[in-house]
């Protein structure tokens, strides 16, 4: 058998409020149980990037679903279907409660596989880094979560095309798990400060979490089809992520 072998198919699990969501779910073919990985998209949607990053996880041994949290404005192609959820506001499109119920959702789906060694994680990019932030905190079904330079944690005022926003930094008392944050120093969302000021608060609560912190990278530096794909920041943050989860969901040293 291939090492890489693995078996990728779009899927439906019940999500908030037994609501049927759609999914991209991709595992290794594996005699052995393997943990799973809940990918929350970017606010472009579950675009090429996202699914070959589903894909990257099953060929490192995880099996990883990314629920499709625009699902609800559909049905249609992912880029229509993103467009109206972001004319809508992400607010709208994809309130905080919708979310942990959709991310909870898809954690019972993976435990619920044959595969499974009972390990559940999360990962999220962008507008899902900030989710991934919130499920530490709201979903304690989860054992792990990474947060990739996720905006708006922390209270923000009103700019250019994006509403204020009260942050979810209110919720970290209730943090349940390790958290793993990978930031870029040129990023604006959050800049170097605010990533000084949510690592203090998880300090000060005691909070297991390690941030790494990229020179020479903005934004989604991780995204290999935009302009500010970094490829050395990218490489050693995946070298980062999957150390990080084969200690919190394989139990590796």
């Given at each position: 058998?291939?090492?890489?072998?693995?078996?990728?198919?779009?899927?439906?699990?019940?999500?908030?409020?037994?609501?049927?969501?759609?999914?991209?779910?991709?595992?290794p073919v594996s005699e052995s149980s393997v943990p799973g990985m809940v990918l929350l998209h970017h606010a472009p949607g579950l675009d090429p990037?996202?699914?070959?990053?589903?894909?990257?996880?099953?060929?490192?041994?995880?099996?990883?679903?990314?629920?499709?949290?625009?699902?609800?404005?559909?049905?249609?192609?992912?880029?229509?279907?993103?467009?109206?959820?972001?004319?809508?506001?992400?607010?709208?499109?994809?309130?905080?409660?919708?979310?942990?119920?959709?991310?909870?959702?898809?954690?019972?789906?993976?435990?619920?596989?044959?595969?499974?060694?009972?390990k559940v994680g999360v990962i999220g990019f962008c507008s899902g880094g900030r989710q991934a932030f919130l499920a530490a905190c709201d979903v304690?079904?989860?054992?792990?979560?990474?947060?990739?330079?996720?905006?708006?944690?922390?209270?923000?005022?009103?700019?250019?095309?994006?509403?204020?926003?009260?942050?979810?930094?209110?919720?970290?008392?209730?943090?349940?798990?390790?958290?793993?944050?990978?930031?870029?120093?040129?990023?604006?969302?959050?800049?170097?400060?605010?990533?000084?000021?949510?690592?203090?608060?998880?300090?000060?609560?005691?909070?297991?979490?390690?941030?790494?912190?990229?020179?020479?990278?903005?934004?989604?530096f991780f995204v290999t089809d935009k302009p500010v794909y970094r490829l050395e920041q990218a490489l050693d943050g995946w070298q980062q992520v999957?150390?990080?989860?084969?200690?919190?969901?394989?139990?590796?040293?």
């Amino acid at each position: 058998m291939l090492k890489d072998a693995l078996l990728a198919e779009f899927v439906g699990f019940p999500g908030h409020r037994s609501d049927v969501i759609e999914g991209y779910l991709a595992r290794p073919v594996s005699e052995s149980s393997v943990p799973g990985m809940v990918l929350l998209h970017h606010a472009p949607g579950l675009d090429p990037w996202s699914r070959e990053v589903v894909r990257r996880f099953a060929t490192e041994g995880y099996a990883c679903v990314a629920p499709h949290l625009y699902h609800r404005r559909g049905p249609g192609h992912w880029a229509d279907v993103a467009a109206a959820g972001r004319a809508a506001g992400l607010a709208a499109s994809m309130p905080n409660e919708q979310v942990m119920g959709d991310i909870a959702g898809a954690a019972a789906y993976l435990r619920a596989q044959p595969s499974s060694n009972g390990k559940v994680g999360v990962i999220g990019f962008c507008s899902g880094g900030r989710q991934a932030f919130l499920a530490a905190c709201d979903v304690p079904t989860l054992d792990a979560a990474v947060d990739c330079w996720g905006g708006s944690v922390l209270p923000q005022p009103a700019a250019e095309g994006r509403p204020a926003s009260v942050g979810v930094i209110g919720r970290a008392p209730d943090m349940s798990m390790p958290l793993l944050g990978l930031f870029g120093n040129d990023d604006s969302n959050p800049d170097r400060a605010q990533v000084d000021e949510i690592g203090r608060v998880l300090t000060e609560l005691g909070k297991e979490h390690e941030f790494v912190r990229y020179d020479g990278a903005g934004h989604a530096f991780f995204v290999t089809d935009k302009p500010v794909y970094r490829l050395e920041q990218a490489l050693d943050g995946w070298q980062q992520v999957f150390r990080f989860l084969d200690r919190t969901l394989k139990g590796a040293e």
